[in-house]
């Protein structure tokens, strides 16, 4: 009963500590999206922990949207991935943020999320997203690699290598 004891709380700490490591990762994620100053350290720090980071931005004549991928291997030998999204910041961001009505957002690559938002009539029983969301997701694949020591690839083209 005394061995018991012990275990079954370590597990919980075990879990709380796992919990707050994926909070921290998140946020610290998110401060890197931004290239300023604290967005670099931030970077540098995450990769000192073993995640590599690619930061994308996104291709001439899109809204200008940013976002970076995370990548590290996790101990069940798999690899954990996060996303970051930089946020609202310049006027053309506020226009495509204002693009409120709703598409059909569905399919499994660019064409097929094409064509079904441009279906219209649609129930409400359909998933469905604001257009201005919409427009970033699409641009997104044309995005390139933001760091100067690699040649310029789009998102695209990193994942088929």
């Given at each position: 009963?005394?061995?018991?004891?012990?275990?079954?709380?370590y597990?919980?700490?075990?879990?709380?500590?796992?919990?707050a490591?994926?909070?921290?990762?998140?946020?610290?994620?998110?401060?890197?999206?931004?290239?300023?100053?604290?967005?670099?350290?931030?970077?540098?720090?995450?990769?000192?922990?073993?995640?590599?980071?690619?930061?994308?931005?996104?291709?001439?004549?899109?809204?200008?949207?940013?976002?970076?991928?995370?990548?590290?291997?996790?101990?069940?030998?798999g690899?954990?991935?996060?996303?970051?999204?930089?946020?609202?910041?310049?006027?053309?961001?506020?226009?495509?943020?204002?693009?409120?009505?709703?598409?059909?957002?569905?399919?499994?690559?660019?064409?097929?999320?094409?064509?079904?938002?441009?279906?219209?009539?649609?129930?409400?029983?359909?998933?469905?997203?604001?257009?201005?969301?919409?427009?970033?997701?699409?641009?997104?694949?044309?995005?390139?690699?933001?760091?100067?020591?690699?040649?310029?690839?789009?998102?695209?083209?990193?994942?088929?290598?």
């Amino acid at each position: 009963m005394l061995l018991l004891r012990p275990l079954s709380s370590y597990a919980g700490l075990q879990e709380d500590y796992e919990e707050a490591y994926q909070l921290y990762i998140t946020a610290g994620a998110s401060v890197a999206a931004y290239h300023d100053r604290i967005g670099e350290v931030v970077t540098h720090y995450l990769e000192q922990d073993g995640w590599r980071i690619d930061h994308y931005v996104q291709a001439e004549g899109y809204s200008g949207a940013r976002f970076l991928v995370a990548q590290k291997a996790n101990p069940a030998g798999g690899t954990t991935y996060v996303v970051a999204i930089v946020g609202t910041e310049t006027s053309q961001d506020v226009k495509l943020d204002l693009k409120v009505d709703k598409v059909y957002f569905a399919g499994t690559n660019l064409a097929e999320f094409a064509a079904n938002a441009a279906k219209k009539g649609l129930p409400d029983t359909v998933p469905k997203v604001h257009r201005g969301f919409y427009e970033f997701v699409q641009a997104g694949p044309a995005a390139t690699l933001r760091n100067n020591h690699v040649p310029a690839l789009s998102l695209l083209d990193q994942l088929n290598r």
